[in-house]
């Protein structure tokens, strides 16, 4: 039985339940993180934990636990549910209001924490490379709503998403205003060229964490790292592309747009990566038990 973790108590899935008035359901008024576990250990815990408070406090979203309560939350929901592996969903919503749209209303966030059993994102698409599309979807603009919070208002990314779909690709490659390279529906984008590693900065595009993690992983590795802006140019004449997040990890991309990329196979540095992630997710985390 999948227990989840609401308001300080933990539920059966079937039972758990928010109001209908929780204006994370009504307006996507909240924050959430995706957190990994491997082999029993959690993965980056204090830098997820760390983003999700950045997020809250962006938005003025008071969460009513300590950074160190929420790690010990997420900890104990995974060993309420015997999870040694594991995708792990912490939310803050604003919590319960009226049907209006002033968060004054809202007295008391709501805090959930979802874990699961979770397997490898795209199957065999790791070992063959994913197909990417560009789509018409812009991403939200900076001074609009900042990518950078990483919040329950992720439409977004799904009519990104949805659009890939559509067009047959496996991933989508979201663009800003401007034409440049902000990131895919759920993961940062990676370009390599004679050996160097290029990334977006992230002003339009999310802090992602394990982007963090593969930067530091390859600069360790002897890899320069750089981050530029970037057109889908650079992308079309890479001679690898890989994207990586919590729930894709590392993944290769090897046909963008119809072009295919590099040998249309994984190439050598991300597959370096590959092996070099998974070794780091395997060896390090805060234990569970």
Request: aromatic residues 8%; proline residues 4%; negative net charge.
């Amino acid at each position: 039985m999948n227990l989840i973790y609401i308001n300080g108590k933990f539920v059966p899935a079937e039972e758990a339940a928010v109001s209908v008035f929780d204006h994370g359901f009504l307006y996507g008024d909240g924050v959430f993180e995706g957190i990994r576990a491997y082999s029993g250990r959690v993965f980056w815990l204090k830098e997820h934990v760390k983003r999700l408070f950045d997020s809250a406090q962006a938005i003025m979203l008071r969460v009513p636990l300590t950074q160190e309560e929420m790690g010990q939350a997420i900890l104990e929901t995974l060993r309420q549910n015997n999870l040694k592996d594991a995708y792990i969903r912490p939310i803050v919503t604003r919590g319960v209001g009226d049907l209006g749209l002033d968060p004054r209303k809202c007295s008391l966030s709501t805090v959930i924490i979802i874990a699961t059993e979770w397997g490898a994102m795209y199957g065999d698409l790791y070992e063959v490379g994913l197909t990417a599309v560009s789509v018409a979807v812009r991403r939200n603009s900076p001074d609009a709503l900042p990518p950078n919070v990483k919040s329950l208002n992720y439409l977004n990314n799904i009519m990104a998403k949805i659009e890939a779909n559509i067009k047959g690709g496996n991933e989508a490659i979201i663009l800003d205003s401007q034409g440049r390279i902000s990131e895919g529906s759920g993961d940062n984008i990676f370009v390599i060229k004679d050996r160097k590693i290029y990334t977006p900065y992230t002003m339009n595009n999310l802090k992602g964490i394990t982007r963090e993690a593969v930067m530091e992983l390859a600069r360790a590795r002897g890899y320069e790292v750089l981050e530029r802006d970037l057109g889908l140019f650079d992308l079309y004449t890479g001679d690898e592309v890989f994207v990586t997040g919590t729930a894709a990890e590392v993944a290769p991309v090897t046909k963008i747009d119809g072009r295919i990329i590099g040998d249309g196979k994984p190439g050598p540095v991300t597959r370096d990566l590959m092996a070099t992630f998974k070794e780091l997710t395997q060896t390090t985390g805060t234990p569970i038990y």
